[in-house]
């Protein structure tokens, strides 16, 4: 059971829109409709912005927005803004009750 | 509303055991499909999940970490306790825990985390 893969950063200017993308494998990504996003703010508590792939909680901004292709999911930021300054980190059930994180990935907005 | 509070020590030396206690209010471990469980995140570096436990007792843990770890829950008091054996510096690390939402697969509700520092 390997991390996920994901870039270790991304940046785009307010306004823009950015995709952060998260590679498996087909025992976790590529087998289960299950990924979940979640957004990292240095010394807080994470907070999930999309689950089952490209389901918002309720109260998340519909600038969030999750897909899925094979092994890959994907996590697109539009309308950049200040406040979306973070660490992503994309998650996915793995079977077992098990699940698997990524390596994480720092948004900056220039 | 949900709340989970990690609590335990600071610091533990080397080869020591490390036990965390996940004190939650606002849902019921003993409800049909509730889950928590236990994250972490070393300084710098990514979250890596360690284990969980459902309402009916049923566990699990890392493949890389099965080992070490046990998770163990007290319905009554409302809390969830993970050890971890044989502790070392890379295990130093925020430690967090988190609600597994009922009939989902993923972590609605999470504590603020407690960092251990594992050091002789």
């Known amino acids: 059971q390997s991390a996920l893969t994901q870039p270790a950063s991304v940046s785009g200017s307010p306004g823009q829109s950015i995709t952060i993308s998260c590679t498996g494998t087909?025992?976790?990504?590529?087998?289960?409709?299950?990924v979940s996003w979640y957004q990292h703010h240095p010394g807080k508590a994470p907070k999930v912005m999309i689950y089952e792939g490209s389901k918002r909680p309720s109260g998340v901004s519909n600038r969030f927005s999750g897909s899925k292709s094979g092994n890959t999911a994907s996590l697109t930021i539009s309308g950049l803004q200040a406040d979306d300054e973070a660490d992503y980190y994309c998650?996915?059930?793995?079977?077992?009750?098990?699940?698997?994180f990524g390596g994480g990935t720092k948004v900056t907005v220039l | 509303q949900i709340t989970l509070k990690e609590s335990g020590p600071t610091l533990v030396k080397p080869t020591q055991t490390l036990t965390l206690t996940c004190t939650f209010s606002g849902f019921s471990l003993s409800t049909s499909g509730v889950g928590v469980g236990w994250i972490r995140q070393p300084p710098g570096k990514a979250l890596e999940w360690l284990a969980l436990i459902y309402w009916d007792d049923n566990k699990s843990y890392s493949p890389s970490l099965k080992s070490r770890l046990t998770i163990t829950k007290d319905t009554s008091k409302n809390q969830v306790v993970l050890t971890m054996t044989n502790m070392d510096p890379v295990d130093t690390a925020t430690y967090y825990c988190?609600?597994?939402?009922?009939?989902?697969?993923?972590?609605?509700?999470w504590g603020q985390g407690t960092l251990v520092t594992v050091s002789s």
């Open positions: 087909s025992s976790d990504v590529g087998s289960y409709n299950l």
């Open positions: 988190a609600h597994k939402v009922w009939q989902g697969y993923y972590f609605d509700y």
């Open positions: 998650c996915s059930y793995a079977g077992s009750i098990t699940w698997v």
